[in-house]
């Protein structure tokens, strides 16, 4: 059995009840959140889901982190492709009483990442030249957008406490225990992706971020104040198939990072 289904018990759904297809594990991720008003993220999101709000705001989430064992069921690993870092740009979502996450962005340290995730899952994945330094418990990250080398993040960060288990209605449980991402494609398409992994092992972080030009390259003017920090050491993940949805109306074409000219 894979680590993932470890636990089952604290879904906010029964798993589904189709095979599993993919498995990865992410590790020393950084969960970087603020909060900001509906409106300004409402635009970045198809009209066919609901912002979630969360205190009265709407959360923006940066999460860079590493992956490895990255791939599909049955097969083995590859050390050349299957092992790279990743950085997304992220808002909460809800859809049919389903909770998820709405990727306005991510880059990946993989050409052939970005290539299979633009074609086969419709997310906005950019090419990124990134690099982890780890010094102890100290993390140095960064990453720029070939692209578009506006668009980069630069940062260190560290855990400040052990790891616990967030408590079901709190903030942190609302920014990280979700079990489905949506996604929609150039033909107005709608498909929600389920994933399964253990609760997170959350640890309250510090950060000091050099450079966070990530939210600004989408039209999102991140607060003053300091942001909501979480790491996470390693979680294994495994996912199912995109699920097409049913829709009486195809609704307007959305195009997922189409402010950056143009994919999971």
Not at 30 to 43: C, E, G, I, Q, S
Not at 46 to 71: C, D, K, N, R, Y
Not at 184 to 195: K, N, Q, S, V, Y
Not at 220 to 231: K, N, V, W
């Amino acid at each position: 059995m894979h680590p993932a289904f470890a636990r089952i018990d604290h879904r906010p759904w029964a798993l589904p009840d189709r095979p599993w297809v993919w498995r990865q594990t992410w590790h020393h991720l950084l969960f970087a959140h603020w909060p900001v008003p509906v409106d300004v993220v409402a635009k970045l999101v198809p009209g066919w889901l609901t912002v979630q709000e969360h205190g009265g705001s709407a959360w923006i989430g940066l999460v860079p982190f590493t992956m490895s064992g990255v791939t599909l069921r049955g097969v083995p690993s590859l050390p050349l492709v299957s092992h790279f870092h990743e950085m997304n740009l992220r808002v909460y979502v809800e859809h049919e009483g389903k909770a998820g996450v709405w990727f306005i962005s991510l880059d990946a340290a993989s050409r052939p990442a970005v290539w299979a995730a633009r074609r086969f899952a419709h997310l906005p994945y950019f090419y990124s030249r990134m690099h982890l330094g780890i010094d102890g418990d100290s993390f140095n990250y960064s990453a720029t957008r070939v692209s578009d080398p506006g668009v980069a993040f630069a940062g260190s960060y560290r855990p400040m406490a052990s790891p616990s288990e967030s408590r079901r209605g709190s903030l942190e449980h609302f920014l990280t225990e979700r079990y489905c991402l949506y996604v929609e494609d150039g033909r107005a398409g709608r498909w929600r992706m389920d994933i399964h992994h253990q609760p997170w092992p959350l640890q309250p972080a510090t950060a000091e971020f050099l450079t966070n030009r990530v939210a600004q390259s989408q039209g999102i003017a991140l607060p003053e104040t300091s942001p909501l920090l979480h790491y996470s050491r390693r979680l294994d993940v495994v996912g199912w198939p995109l699920e097409p949805l049913a829709t009486s109306e195809r609704g307007r074409s959305f195009s997922p990072g189409a402010s950056n000219h143009l994919l999971l």
